[in-house]
């Protein structure tokens, strides 16, 4: 029995393939608004140590400072109580649930010594201005704080696309957010010669109609649509694959999710051939039926 579903996601394997053993950090964080420091249940078989955490609003987990009540010896006398209890458990029924419900706790610990790592306002006011004011201005100058830290993968939302109303005046207003914040991001990296070793990716779930609808606005659309990859290993301004004239069906090029998986893991240095061994059996880490967009990696 795993706690989690058949085969972990994307930032489970990033965490799993390149954050270091002794990291104190988490390495698989999501931030989208109103997270507040819950695991998120996509690591699978690779266990809750690459479990993401959920961040948002810009501020550090919540219920991550000690009571005022709770002394500090008292708070480390706790501790240690509870692992030597945890330990004498699981010596004898261990399994991916009460690993995993052990695990949280040393997380837990982990980020309440760590709680500024996670809050943006220690940035200065001028980044806060510059990437905005709005969530997703908060969330990119986070990204940015938390891979300076050495967090191995962070992932943003940013939602209310699904625009089957006023698609046009709608997106006036959500790519204003999109294009200054993502924009001051990408800059940012570069500056700091992060983007070599840092992959960028921006996709959505699907595309929309390219037909408008009687409402103004676009419907859902899965037969054809872009994903946009940039840092590490793929090359600038590269354009791989084709539409129709009217963007209702791939022409040439078209990638699947298991060519993509790939991609991505050998754009940010991952050996994506290779397999993990859990518990003696070797799992490979992406689908071995097929490979990488070779055009996209130099």
Sequence with gaps: QT?????????????????????????????????????GNDSAYLGPKYSSIYLGNGNPPQNTT???????????????????????????????????????????????????????????????????????????????????????????????YDTHNENFNFHIEQMAEFDRSFSCFVADLADRGMLDSTLIVVLSEFGRTPGINQYYGRDHWSRAWSVCLGGCRIPRGAVHGSTNDNGTEVKDGQVDHGSLFHTYLQAAGVDSTGAFNIDGRELPIADPSTGPVKELLV
């Design 3 to 39: 706690p989690a579903a058949n085969y972990p996601q994307l930032g489970a394997v990033a965490a799993k393939s390149l954050t270091p053993e002794d990291s104190s950090l988490p390495g698989h964080i999501l931030i989208t608004p109103g997270g507040s420091g819950g695991r």
């Design 66 to 160: 000690r009571p005022d009540n709770i002394a500090e010896a008292s708070d480390a006398a706790r501790q240690d109580l509870r692992r030597r209890i945890n330990e004498r458990f699981l010596n004898r029924r261990r399994t991916a649930v009460t690993e995993a419900f052990a695990y949280s706790f040393e997380q837990a610990e982990q980020l309440m010594r760590q709680r500024e790592v996670f809050d943006v306002s220690k940035e200065p006011a001028a980044d806060a201005e510059r990437y905005g004011s709005h969530d997703f201005g908060r969330h990119c100058l986070l990204a940015r704080r938390l891979l300076e830290q050495g967090i191995t993968f962070v992932q943003l939302s940013h939602s209310n």
